[in-house]
């Protein structure tokens, strides 16, 4: 199994990285971890640096593009976040991924109608699958188009669900879920609660360092 | 001016939201603030100073248009005008509010990155906060007039990312060469910008 993520600039310290290395280990012992990074020091010595700049001073976020790159992985590779949590194993993310398009978590925890009014999407790109080729048309835009994109678009999210739904596959429900929000609209909706899925994501929570520290301390593993 | 026709308009789309676009509601709300009233006022007055006589507008990131277009209509007469908006509820609302006005038209389209031949003389965009800088407009068009607003307000999560401080950073945005009218005033605590020119 291939993971990446990317760290550019100070907001997340390597722990974060190493962090996810640690959790990654404990399901998938032969699992290839890259990290996509402005600055490689103090990340574990078997973690796979891959060099970038910072080409987003403002908002870091926009970095991620550079994910999108034909050719830069040569298997489909699950991206994470640096800040979330793996509960249980990822096969299920590559299992049901589709070979020719990006796939991508829907924010399933809110009614399409108020994802759209909180964040303008139902897109969230916490988590991705990415192959050697199912990100092309994203990666065409960006060299066409990034000084537009950037400037009328806060993050990816937005810009993909207003520019690139047809090239895009939701992953199924229930492989991961928000801290903050919950899992699935209407049904499983309760806040700040941890839950036996694959992948937590802090996404808006405000005590997202306090749980997390909490949860690397104990090592504990849910399910 | 008749407050009394937007009103009426908004009056009218509201039912249409309440039974097709519920989450629109705050939004749709919003649409007749103050502030926007005031900033459309606050057009109409300059453009009309600077070209008394207009026969077609097209607005880009139109939204509703439902003070624009009376304000506009007031100002010069019932004359053409296409609304531009990427959001296809909105547009659909706009499309109800406008159904029995022949001469506004209004168009499902993303004006950051479709092609789109604007027909009108006058170009407007009183939303250039939210998205790319208006020279990728400007550019393709050396005949019309530009009436471009922005505002300094960057608090706006999610929204107001490519905020103007002042004129001539929206004009330098803009790549307006030919100014006509450039000016800024305190609306709602915020300094709103507008530069109307070629």
Same mark, same amino acid.
């Given at each position: ?20 290395y640690k959790q990654l280990l404990t399901f998938h012992k032969d699992c290839v971890y890259y990290c996509m990074t402005d ?18 001073k403002e908002r870091k976020w926009w970095n991620k593009i550079k994910l999108f790159e034909p050719g830069l992985f040569n ?64 990666w065409k835009e960006c060299h066409d188009h990034i000084d537009r994109m950037y400037k009328s678009f806060y993050g990816l ?67 | ?113 479709? !092609? *789109?031949? +604007?027909? /009108?003389?006058? &170009? @407007? ?5 939210? $998205?790319?800088?208006? =020279? ?41 060469? !030919? *100014?006509? +009218?450039? /000016?800024?005033? &305190? @609306? ?5 910008? $507008?530069?109307?020119? =070629?």
């Amino acid at each position: 199994m291939q993971v990446v993520s990317v760290k550019v600039g100070k907001l997340y310290g390597v722990e974060y990285v190493n962090q996810l290395y640690k959790q990654l280990l404990t399901f998938h012992k032969d699992c290839v971890y890259y990290c996509m990074t402005d600055d490689p020091e103090g990340l574990h010595k078997d973690i796979q640096i891959i060099k970038i700049t910072d080409s987003f001073k403002e908002r870091k976020w926009w970095n991620k593009i550079k994910l999108f790159e034909p050719g830069l992985f040569n298997e489909p590779t699950i991206y994470l976040d640096l800040d979330c949590y793996i509960h249980t194993p990822l096969d299920k993310f590559l299992e049901t991924s589709h070979p020719d398009k990006l796939n991508i978590l829907k924010t399933a925890w809110f009614s399409d109608g108020i994802a759209k009014k909180i964040h303008m999407c139902n897109v969230n790109s916490s988590i991705m699958v990415i192959n050697d080729h199912n990100c092309e048309p994203m990666w065409k835009e960006c060299h066409d188009h990034i000084d537009r994109m950037y400037k009328s678009f806060y993050g990816l999210d937005p810009w993909l669900y207003r520019r690139h739904m047809s090239s895009m596959q939701f992953f199924q429900p229930g492989l991961a879920y928000s801290f903050k929000h919950g899992c699935m609209y209407p049904l499983d909706i309760e806040q700040n609660k941890l839950r036996q899925l694959p992948v937590c994501i802090f996404d808006d929570a405000q005590n997202r360092k306090e749980v997390l520290d909490g949860l690397w301390q104990s090592s504990k593993v849910m399910g | 001016m008749d407050y009394g026709k937007v009103q009426k308009l908004w009056a009218k789309g509201l039912g249409y939201v309440a039974d097709n676009h519920i989450y629109k509601y705050k939004d749709y709300s919003e649409a007749v603030f103050d502030t926007q009233i005031e900033s459309k006022e606050w057009l109409c007055h300059q453009l009309k100073k600077v070209k008394p006589d207009v026969k077609h507008i097209s607005i880009l990131a139109s939204w509703y248009g439902l003070v624009a277009v009376p304000f506009l209509y007031e100002t010069f007469g019932e004359i053409d005008i296409d609304l531009y908006d990427v959001d296809e509820y909105t547009t659909d609302i706009a499309k109800h509010i406008w159904n029995d006005y022949p001469k506004v038209n209004v168009h499902t389209k993303d004006v950051v990155f479709d !092609d *789109i031949d +604007y027909k /009108g003389e006058v &170009i @407007i965009n009183t939303s250039c906060e939210h $998205m790319m800088d208006m =020279k990728y407009i400007t550019k393709n068009y050396n005949d019309k007039l530009f009436v471009f607003q922005s505002n300094d307000n960057s608090n706006v999560k999610w929204l107001h990312i490519n905020c103007a401080m002042n004129q001539g950073e929206l004009i330098e945005q803009a790549g307006l060469t !030919d *100014i006509k +009218y450039a /000016g800024s005033k &305190i @609306i709602y605590e915020h300094k709103r910008i $507008m530069v109307i020119g =070629k």
